[in-house]
């Protein structure tokens, strides 16, 4: 991989953990009702980084066009992290704000 | 589902199968090296389409903009398929057309 | 594919649909906190029926333990919906149980 | 997570990868038809590894049987690897090698 793309692949591997560790804490929030829009977030957002983990690695047909989805998704699973005060939150917005960052300059 | 999102569904239940087979079919061909670029389209396809069941079936918050990619994408596993001979390719060729029309037309 | 295997195949889609189903309508429930086994057992479960289907279609090396992990799994699935009263739990148990049955006998 | 869950999920992120590129490297080989089983291992071994890190962190109910099946599969795809002189290969069944035995002790 060049140097671009490997960056791009480090923030995947970022996102992807961030947003599966912060649907598991969502899950255990002691009102887990208040969570449903990040809990379907993250697990939207963790299926597409996995999916375009490997469009990266198998030089995917489509691999541009699967990473600026992948950047759309993780800015708006960011937006939705960001409204929350909770640590796992916060730090899954950052991660996803610089997954959604690098996707899109790679894809446009 | 209301009744589209189901036609939608069993689409892409149908597309997943004939992608994988088409695959391994394309695998185990005497020449596979003539076969890369349908294995690799097969693959992504698969993979996309498994990703858009999941979010037909979680009220995923970005679900029309993967129906939209899933459309893409299995347009353009339909056509490297289409250009094989092999009965395979072809049967996958037409479950990759209907599922990008049904995907395309919920999408816009 | 054989008839067996067909069988099989057509269980962990059954499998995997009423497992997403039955996880957004418990993330949907009233009081989400009392779901919280049963939103992980089924997203453990439909991603393991993924799993399964595309190793049954793909030749996988290891088919028949995927089969097996599969098979316990969505016994275990079944399990905790079943203990559960809302329409969609009682009917994925139903599903969980007839993949499991399948998986398991063809493993074995 | 604690630290020897932290230790399994680095090596499965690195076997992910591994897999992933030898798979994409095969299939680029003068004569994929010699490569067709560590193909076919390097697809399963990729797709085990991202639900066994997925399993990792969330809490999976049956986090211990995934990573079991991961450890026999990551064991097996290692093996196919170091039968093959190319370098994609020998480093593949490393990564390979080193997920197994780490996946096998957390579960045993």
Known sequence: MNGHLEEVYEALEDCLRACNQCYEACLNEEDPAHMRDCIRSDRECADMCEMAMKAVLTNSPNM??????CGEISRSCGEECESHKHDHCQAC????????????AYAN
């Open 64 to 69: 541009k066009e699967i990473l600026r989805l």
């Open 93 to 104: 917005a950052e991660s996803c704000r610089t997954c959604s960052e690098l996707c899109l």
